[in-house]
Nanobody, 117 residues
């Protein structure tokens, strides 16, 4: 059974940091690229960051999070991470982990991040 389980969300104050985790099971994790997406209330889901299957090469970041967020992965633990610092109220959203390899795509259920001003 394929599972992507996000964790680490919560309520923080503006300027604080938070690290999200995405634990994978049921598929060959190190064959899949990983992306983090987020969806704020009333807005469309947007891509936040992406990392290749082996974690080498250039990671992808949305302009709005460059310099504040860092995506990483540990293929020995089948887990991906999103380190978020300098959080802003506009970062408030449900954050989703996505695994993709060609047409094979898996989504997690999301974890809520709320940043108070």
């Amino acid at each position: 059974q394929v599972q992507l389980v996000e964790s680490g969300g919560g309520l923080v104050q503006s300027g604080e940091a938070l690290t999200l985790s995405c634990a994978a099971s049921g598929f060959t994790f190190n064959h899949y690229a990983i992306q983090w997406h987020r969806q704020a209330p009333g807005k469309e889901r947007e891509l936040v960051a992406g990392i290749s299957s082996n974690g080498n090469g250039n990671n992808l970041y949305a302009d709005s999070v460059k310099g504040r967020f860092t995506i990483s992965r540990d293929n020995t633990k089948n887990t991906a991470f999103l380190q978020m610092s300098g959080l802003k109220p506009e970062d408030t959203a449900v954050y989703y982990c996505k695994a993709l390899m060609g047409r094979s795509v898996y989504w997690g259920q999301g974890t809520q991040v709320i940043v108070s001003a």
